[in-house]
């Protein structure tokens, strides 16, 4: 069973950054495309960003040009580079595969609020 642990999430104001960094427990990991999720209350969970094994990268319109998703393979890490944060980016934040086949962690929170 893999594991997925997020973190670096927390309050920020609009306009602000965040890094969010996710470790995966699986060796597969340097094989799979991965990515990362957002949940807001009352929404369903929505893919933000992409990475292929390869390192090529894809955004939901939302978020391009403003995240950044990137990738460690030695580490079995993904991370998400947030900028210019809005309040709509507030949500819990989750990795998973691209196509989120493991098992979901407990994902890290993102509040932008003035």
């Known amino acids: 069973q893999v594991q997925l642990v997020e973190s670096g999430g927390g309050l920020v104001q609009p306009g602000g950054s965040l890094r969010l960094s996710c470790v995966a427990s699986?060796?597969?990991?340097?094989?799979?495309?991965m990515g990362w999720y957002r949940q807001a209350p009352g929404k369903q969970r929505e893919l933000v960003a992409s990475?292929?094994?390869?390192?090529?990268?894809n955004y939901a319109d939302s978020v391009k040009g403003r995240f950044i998703i990137s990738r460690n393979n030695d580490k079995n890490t993904v991370g998400l580079q947030m900028n210019s944060l809005k309040p709509e980016d507030t949500a819990v934040y989750y990795c998973?595969?691209?196509?989120?086949?493991?098992?979901w962690g407990q994902g890290t929170q993102v509040t932008v609020s003035s």
């Open positions: 990475i292929t094994s390869g390192g090529s990268t």
């Open positions: 699986r060796s597969m990991f340097r094989f799979t495309a």
């Open positions: 998973n595969t691209q196509r989120g086949l493991w098992a």
